[in-house]
């Protein structure tokens, strides 16, 4: 058996559902889930600092392997003495194996084989080809906390026997990977679950994991254009599936609704770009719902964004200011907008946990998606 650098603590479980209240304990401190975890692609979350993701109660924060591989380059990064000092982050960091992007660039399925994926750089089309050893390989250059196998991500409504050969590729690829991990001692490893809409191969694939010595484990393959229902349903047959003794994982999954969802199914972990991208259009998330600075009637609105609020945001600057800012297509408008909406997720997991703590997360939910507009005709999803 493993010793693993990532360990997870069970606290308590909701008396009414299958949220827990846990830690996660790693090389880079021990912090509380479930938890929200903003995206830094290329070794920042745009346009914030360290120093504000910590202000915001920011834990574990992600970085994606593809893109710091073929840009600043793995090797430079482990020069400089990692991922951590390289962008001056000292809490835990989480890499993803680049599968998802690589799959966007991929021009013909028949350069998906055993051996790994063939595909074209997409800032200059030059050839590569990444393979579940040299994703491995990436990851411990960066030195990342929590690394991510190299799997396929298909489509949801993929034909049955396509995704049936991706699971069982998957499968084998999560084994590769597991003997190309060199740095168990400061690296953990999660395996990821597949299987897109199909219940027998979800069970199949977490079957074929499980039997492997992970530190965690991955839900993927969902928020890519599923219903929330479909997504819901493959969390209430797959979750229960997966080791209590170890963490939980939803990737790519960051609006409110879902993210209280995934909890009340078993999750720990999410992650999305969400809260930064629809925030660099001047949409935000707030405590009423959904809001687009955008709009006329925010022109003369001198009140704060969010009464409910406490983050800088909130505390120092009015709808009107942030209406100019984002129509000037001014970056200080894109900054205050992306720290207010990492704000609201990170924070609202707080309040989830004591939702949990308390044994009242069901009620905690249907207040918030009562007041958030989600039981409206024509709800948006975030």
């Known amino acids: 058996m493993t010793e693993h650098a990532i360990k997870y603590r069970l606290i308590k479980k909701d008396k009414h559902t299958g949220a827990r209240l846990g830690e996660i304990i790693t090389p880079h401190g021990t912090w509380p889930t479930p938890m929200f975890m903003p995206v830094g692609t290329q070794a920042t979350v745009k346009t914030?600092?360290?120093?504000?993701?910590?202000?915001?109660?920011?834990?574990?924060?992600?970085?994606?392997?593809?893109?710091?591989?073929?840009?600043?380059?793995?090797?430079?990064i482990a020069e400089a003495g990692g991922l951590h000092t390289f962008m001056n982050w000292d809490q835990p960091i989480l890499t993803d194996s680049g599968g998802f992007q690589v799959y966007s660039l991929v021009e013909n399925k028949k350069n998906i084989t055993e051996e790994g994926v063939k595909f074209k750089n997409h800032l200059n089309g030059a050839p590569l080809f990444l393979s579940p050893e040299k994703a491995i390989a990436i990851q411990n250059n960066l030195g990342s906390d929590i690394m991510m196998s190299f799997d396929e991500c298909p489509q949801f409504y993929q034909p049955y026997d396509y995704v049936k050969a991706s699971v069982e590729r998957t499968s084998r690829w999560a084994e590769r990977g597991l003997k190309a991990h060199k740095r168990w001692e400061d690296q953990g490893l999660f395996g990821i679950v597949q299987g897109a809409g199909y219940r027998d191969l979800r069970e199949q694939s977490a079957r074929d994991l499980t039997s492997m010595d992970f530190s965690g484990y991955s839900i993927g393959g969902l928020a890519v254009g599923e219903t929330h229902a479909e997504m819901n349903a493959v969390l209430d047959y797959t979750t229960p599936l997966l080791p209590e003794d170890k963490p939980r994982y939803l990737m790519g999954v960051g609006a409110p609704d879902s993210l209280i969802d995934g909890v009340i199914r078993g999750i720990d972990m999410f992650d999305c770009v969400l809260p930064t991208r629809i925030a660099r259009n001047g949409t935000l998330m707030t405590s009423f719902g959904r809001c687009n600075i955008r709009n006329a009637k925010y022109a003369h609105d001198f009140t704060k964004l969010d009464p409910e609020c406490e983050c800088y945001t909130c505390q120092n600057y009015t709808r009107a200011y942030l209406h100019h800012l984002i129509k000037a297509d001014e970056t200080f408008g894109l900054r205050l907008c992306s720290y207010h909406n990492l704000y609201f997720l990170v924070h609202l997991m707080a309040r989830v946990r004591q939702a949990i703590m308390a044994d009242n997360l069901l009620e905690f939910r249907e207040d918030f998606c009562e007041k958030y507009g989600y039981n409206q005709p024509n709800a948006k999803d975030f």
């Open 48 to 76: 914030m600092s360290p120093e504000e993701l910590k202000a915001i109660g920011s834990e574990i924060i992600l970085a994606n392997t593809y893109h710091l591989w073929i840009r600043p380059g793995d090797e430079l």
